[in-house]
């Protein structure tokens, strides 16, 4: 086993979850890369639990790893595991959410507080200025918060646009589905909603399927998945959609580390960019 | 009210009533205790003598009346107020936890502490229940699990938890119910070593005969209310029942001779873990009684008969044909019935009613259509109650509200509606007042005249000699002897059961 | 006189406990919100009530047996998957929509079954089968789904869930026959009575011939296959098999069970107190995602009401 | 002689299952990684097992009394914002750590005794009034601290939780003081007694003279305030108050006691199993972790690890 170690890199990675498809891409984006290397992953799940998350960290000292990589589930709280790990001489880097005030070597993300700028401006397009606007939201996770804020400071633009409903669709559809189902009850006239995530746009749009209106809101999602694009696609109420490239974000990071043990110098913060795709973009493709 | 001006009252208990909804259990009952006396409490299933004397233990909330302990007016709302003022009692149903050891439940509540203060006195607590079980005449060893015991000994480690106390006045709720005249006498010799302490004694039974060897008075209930208190010598056995029944009850053991048929059941050389070689047959018309002190494999042998002990040798022939029971759901579908020793753990369900306790081995027959009918199921509990005189105020109540006399009628009844042809019954008339007694014999010999096999187990030998046509003496697990109706007598059960000096005492 | 009130009302409280409370939420709800009352919302309710009420009542009878079922909520979310998989096959309507729904029948069938013989059979307490089952499917979900959801599906698969018969919604329809037959079951059949012979008392239960691991194993089954029911409508109301499906979803089937007066300790309990218990957490939820409650607050008010509702309901015990 | 060994192996396997099962594993990683048995990772291993195994002592003596904590994840998360929020007051060193630590205990105590009382007084199901007190302080963590972490706390905060003694983790230190108090107090005291017989047979208990309204609330209390010292341990660790920290906690304490051997029924099991059945989930994670095993796989695996563990456990009662 050690002759094995010294020929090949091992990093450790600590997702923030493994149950959303955007950290599946983002996986996928690493596990090519490092092939491509010739490095080995250890990809382990803090299923939003900073607890488990340092824990992880801690394993991954224990076993010596060469570097880190962190999705970590709180930017401030992750710092001492952070430091445990420089002090043992393993670089970390942080992939899409950032570590404050802690010793990262590289941060690569893209930036949600502009997703969600664009996503509200995107909507207020939509509604020409006036409606009523939902938010179906997970606000318990820190990147979720930035994507409403920014969503907010967009609309805040537009006084014709109200925030009625904000509610909490846990980030999965089938609570999103139940959290949408009764917004829509209280607001008959809903104009807009904004899905923190896909899970939470497509459970929106299956509850405005199942309760047929005249008019449904408009939805906007994020990270355009597979089935949101598609959704998109086929005209349904589910207009448009962030994208995120979480591949993209995996692999950078990848190139980010190879450069590091290279000996290179990396930029303190890598940006990924995002962008809005709607039905006539994703047409084009 | 004022307490009565006799000075030599310990205890005083003035118009006690405790009403629960829909039953009024006692209506004004006035009670005492004198300073060494054992004064007995006697009455029909349901009269209430549980009731009374879990008020006096705090086990249970009057709803009036006053106490009294030593000419003082005393509030006793819990077990812990009784236990501080030196009232203990032996309660009636088993009251011991189960996964604690034996020594550890004879110590529960007053563990001694050693010097720190802090921590228990592991050895002082082995060493009082040691003491006090050998009071008793008993090797139950004090590190077993009180659940490992049988029912018996369960009821011996109450005892000995009651006398393990220093108490002023201890109530004994039918603390012989289930057992032997050995143990008895030994119970009888430590009541009478703390009387001369000055101790106070309320003692229960409904073996009447008991109240004539250790009371000095007696009090009747009848129907929640006191119909006179006497002094045991001034009244006999026939007098007492009038008392507590309202009527005469001509002879005690109706037992009439059935015609002997074809053996139902048979055992030929039948061992078990606990059981060694066993072999009798009982015949249909027949009620064939196994008598045996404590540990002496008798309740082993029940169990084996209704496949709950897995033979190790020998054969079971029901009605002719070998069995071997994979399961009671078995037995029963095979024509089977066990009455279990322990009617509140092995017997009734008590989150279910009156009826639904008596049809449950029987609901097959309770159907219509594939749903169980509940107008068949409830003219069958009426039948039983009335029939058994259950003392309930529907079928509908809860088992939990029934006196336990009362709930071992209802298990009876489960059991008589079975249509088992052979029946196994295990201390049936353990705590039942001597009318419903009388009332169970009735129905005991009934089956036999029908023609079924009735295996009667019973700790009370005037029982076994009152109703059985051959008695079967178990020691150590074996047969020691089968004796005819006419050869049986308490003296030649007592030598058959008793191990002789050869045998070793803990054989197994 | 006072008393006598008194005494009637707590009667009153005491067998319609959880009844009562359940119509008072009613009440402060269509006070505080206009839309509350509405006919469609009032079906919006019944079918978010649905997915849970249909565990909740498999719930019931494992309840009913002094055991518990931690693995519902990850039997929904693999039952889901294996129906949309597996009607996602080359057969023609409906063949295809019937393949994939006794397929996941099945599955909830067989994980209860497998729960149920573990029990019985190695003895292990049902709290611990059932989590390593929670923790098995639903790693299984994950591991066969490679963490993304099943979808582009047959189009008729959607109206299981999302259709409507006569403007019922179908899940609503689903859950109520499912409880008039387990309510039938419970009550009015040999089995029924010895689920609450065996819950009661099981050595006792066994002796006066109960065969209790038929009994357990049966409950177990049933518990699995409704919640596999539930599993299929919510799959087909998100049109697609979810691997993150049904979280924490055991939480609120008990929460339903023993809110409507079931008793953990087993033995005692019914189907309807069951009912009312599920609707009053849907109407809650619903009522307080209608005032735009906030989702913190919300977790608060929902564990009080909770508690008060088995308070209200204790009133009949003492 | 043959069915005498096999005798003795059933008894040995009884008695001690449990270590036999986690010894098992530790042998079975040692083979299988190379980082498993250095000193710094079995440290480590300590440092993670710490905080759920302090949190399944106090479960420990809740379950003996046939009840039941699911309020002790979201007491790690209040009393650890509690602690942190306290520990920024304007007071020199060491008042203001001191400070933290106490109210954030008190906070875990005064939980417990609440959750105590209702079990007591009103005869609520613990079930329920923790599963409410686990929404209710989950909510309210959110409310006060707005989603966001209680950070920029005092340096000193973050030795508690990852500082070391003589080269031991403190958590691991606080972990066997827990234990070693813990495991005195339930063997040799009358109050450990009489949680044993509470758990047993609570009447019987009654009767003899235990008031088991005062157990009850003790052990609630003992659960809260055991739950309150993960909580601020943990929020050491992690430098900050999370009000997400300890989700699913239950689960785990749960588990570590029901593998260690204690019945869910009450009245039977110790502190050295609930011990033992910590280490080995944390061994188990750790093994994982350290042999790059999926996390989709991992939970698969410690389902079945935890489901072996308790059958190896269950052949003494066969
Ligand atoms: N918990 C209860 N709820 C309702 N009724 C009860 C309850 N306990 C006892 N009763 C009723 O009170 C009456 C007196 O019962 P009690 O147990 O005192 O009788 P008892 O004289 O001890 O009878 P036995 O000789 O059968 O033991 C009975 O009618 C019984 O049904
Ligand atoms: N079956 C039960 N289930 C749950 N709790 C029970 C049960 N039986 C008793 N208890 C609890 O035990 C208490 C009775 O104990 P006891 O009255 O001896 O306590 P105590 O310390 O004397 O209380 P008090 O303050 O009333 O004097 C009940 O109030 C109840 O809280
Ligand atoms: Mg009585
Ligand atoms: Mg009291």
Redesign the interface.
């Given at each position: 086993?050690?002759k094995e170690r010294a020929a090949t890199k091992v990093i450790g990675v600590s997702l923030l979850n493994?149950?959303?498809?955007f950290y599946?891409d983002l996986e996928e984006g690493l596990q090519e890369q490092a092939k491509k290397e010739g490095y080995?992953?250890?990809?382990?799940?803090a299923?939003?639990?900073?607890?488990k998350q340092?824990?992880?960290i801690?394993?991954f000292?224990?076993?010596?790893v060469d570097a880190i990589i962190l999705c970590p589930?709180?930017s401030?709280?992750?710092?001492?595991g952070v430091l445990?790990a420089s002090q043992a001489g393993i670089p970390v880097f942080t992939a899409d959410i950032a570590a404050e005030n802690a010793p990262v070597v590289c941060h690569i993300a893209s930036d949600n507080i502009a997703g969600g700028r664009l996503a509200g401006e995107y909507m207020a397009k939509l509604l020409n200025g006036a409606g009523k606007v939902a938010i179906i939201?997970q606000?318990?996770v820190t990147s979720v918060?930035d994507r409403v804020q920014g969503f907010r400071d967009a609309l805040s633009k537009f006084p014709g646009i109200t925030i009625?409903?904000?509610?909490?669709g846990?980030g999965?559809?089938?609570?999103a589905?139940?959290?949408a189902?009764?917004?829509l009850?209280?607001h008959?006239d809903l104009a807009g909603v904004f899905g923190i995530n896909d899970?939470s746009a497509?459970?929106t749009l299956?509850a405005c399927?199942?309760?047929k209106r005249d008019k449904p809101p408009v939805i906007i999602g994020y990270d355009a998945t597979?089935?949101a694009a598609?959704a998109i696609k086929r005209g349904s109420a589910l207009k448009a959609d962030v994208v995120q490239y979480p591949k993209k974000i995996g692999s950078s990071t990848i190139d980010m580390i190879r450069a590091h043990f290279a000996g290179q110098p990396v930029p303190k913060v890598f940006p990924v960019e995002v962008g809005i795709v709607d039905q006539a973009k994703l047409s084009a493709i | 009210m004022i307490p009565d001006p006799d000075s030599r009252s310990l205890l005083e208990m003035c118009g006690i009533v405790k009403e629960y909804p829909g039953v009024t259990a006692l209506r004004g009952v006035s009670f005492d205790v004198r300073s060494g006396e054992v004064h007995c409490l006697v009455g029909e299933n349901g009269a209430g003598k549980s009731t009374l004397t879990g008020i006096l233990a705090g086990a249970v909330r009057r709803t009036a009346g006053d106490i009294f302990v030593e000419g003082r007016s005393t509030d006793i709302a819990s077990p812990i107020d009784a236990l501080r003022r030196g009232i203990g009692m032996i309660y009636q149903e088993s009251r011991l936890v189960p996964e604690l050891t034996v020594a550890e439940n004879i110590a529960l509540g007053r563990e001694p502490r050693s010097a720190g203060g802090v921590l228990i006195d592991r050895a002082a607590v082995r060493r009082i229940a040691e003491k006090v079980l050998s009071d008793l005449g008993e090797d139950i060893p004090v590190t077993a699990r009180a659940r490992d015991l049988d029912s018996a000994q369960q009821q011996i480690v109450e005892i000995a938890k009651a006398f393990a106390r220093d108490l002023r006045v201890l109530v004994l709720d039918e603390p012989t119910a289930a057992l032997t005249e050995r143990e008895k006498l030994r119970l009888f010799a430590l009541i009478r070593g703390v009387q001369a302490k000055g101790t106070g004694i309320i003692y229960i039974s409904h073996r009447l005969e008991e109240i004539f060897e250790i009371g000095d008075r007696v009090t009747v209930l009848r129907d929640g209310e006191a119909v006179g208190t006497r002094d045991v010598a001034d009244v006999d056995r026939a007098a007492l029942i009038r008392m507590m029944v309202g009527r005469d009850l001509d002879k005690e053991y109706p037992k009439e001779d059935a015609e002997r048929g074809a053996p139902l059941l048979e055992l030929r050389d039948l061992s078990t873990r606990d059981v060694h070689n066993v072999s009798f047959a009982v015949h249909a018309g027949e009620i064939f009684g196994i008598a045996g002190l404590i540990g002496s494999g008798k309740v082993e042998l029940s169990r084996a008969l209704f496949g709950e002990q897995r033979s190790t040798g020998g054969a079971l022939y029901i009605d002719g044909t070998a069995a071997e029971f994979s399961s009671p759901a078995d037995a029963i579908a095979k024509g089977v019935a066990l009455l279990t020793e322990d009617r509140n753990a092995l017997g009734l369900l008590m989150n279910m009613s009156v009826a639904e306790n008596i049809t449950l081995s029987s609901l097959g027959a309770h159907r219509r259509r594939g749903f169980v009918n509940r107008a068949m199921e409830q003219r069958t509990a009426e039948a039983y109650t009335a029939l058994l005189k259950i003392k309930t105020p529907s079928s509908d109540t809860s088992v939990a509200a029934l006196s336990g006399g009362n709930r071992q009628k209802v298990i009876l009844a489960r059991w008589l509606n079975t249509g088992a042809k052979v029946l196994v019954f295990n201390e049936p008339t353990a705590g039942v007042d001597v009318g419903a007694k009388f009332e169970i014999y009735t129905h005991i010999v009934r089956l036999a005249k029908e023609g079924k096999a009735v295996v009667l187990l019973s700790s009370d030998l005037p029982e076994l000699l009152g109703m059985c046509d051959r008695i079967g003496v178990m020691c150590h697990g074996r047969m020691t002897g089968i004796l005819e109706r006419e050869k049986a007598t308490q003296e030649n059960i007592m030598e058959l059961a008793t191990p002789d000096d050869t045998g070793a005492r803990h054989g197994n | 006189m006072a008393t006598d009130t008194r005494r009637a009302v707590v009667d009153l409280l005491g067998r319609y406990g959880i009844l009562l409370a359940f119509l008072l939420q009613v009440l402060i709800f269509s006070q505080l919100s206009p839309y509350f009352m509405t006919g469609e919302n009032l079906l919006n309710v019944s079918l978010q009530a649905s997915i849970n009420a249909i565990i909740a009542a498999g719930m019931t009878f494992v309840i009913l047996t002094a055991g518990i079922d931690l693995s519902v909520g990850s039997v929904v979310a693999l039952a889901g998957i294996v129906a949309t998989t597996v009607c996602k096959v080359d057969l023609p309507f409906p063949l295809n929509i019937g393949a994939g729904i006794a397929a996941g029948l099945l599955f909830g069938t067989l994980s209860g079954l497998g729960g149920g013989l573990f029990v019985t059979r190695f003895r292990i307490t049902p709290f611990i089968i059932t989590l390593a089952l929670m923790t098995i499917w639903r790693g299984a979900a994950f591991v066969v789904t490679d963490g993304r959801p099943v979808w582009e599906l047959p189009a008729e698969f959607a109206s299981l869930g999302g259709g409507r018969l006569g403007g019922i919604p179908v899940p609503t329809i689903v859950m109520l026959a499912v409880y008039a037959v387990a309510h039938v079951v419970l009550t009015r059949t040999r089995f029924g009575r010895y689920v609450y012979a065996v819950g009661g008392n099981i050595e006792a239960a066994r002796l006066a011939g109960v065969r209790p691991q038929r009994i357990l194993l049966a409950v177990y089954a049933i518990s699995g296959v409704l919640s596999a029911v539930s599993g299929i409508l919510l799959a087909s109301r998100m049109n697609s098999g979810q691997p993150n499906a049904g979280g924490m979803y055991e939480l609120d089937a008990i929460a339903a069970v023993v809110v409507g007066g079931t008793s953990l300790q087993g033995g005692r309990g019914t189907l309807v107190g069951t009912f009312i218990g599920a609707m009053l957490i849907a109407v809650l939820r619903n009522g307080l995602n209608l005032m735009n409650v906030s989702s913190y607050l919300q977790q608060v008010i929902v564990g009080l009401v909770i508690l008060l509702a088995t308070m209200i309901d204790q009133a009949k015990k003492t």
């Open positions: 086993a050690k493994r149950g959303h498809i599946k080995e992953l250890i990809v382990t799940s299923d939003f639990d900073l607890g340092i824990s992880q801690e394993d000292v224990a076993r010596k589930v709180d401030r709280g992750v710092g001492p445990t939201n606000p318990v918060l009625v409903a904000d509610v909490n846990q999965v559809r089938d609570r589905l139940q959290a189902a009764d917004v009850q209280a008959q899970d497509l459970g299956d399927e199942q309760f597979p089935p598609d | - | -």
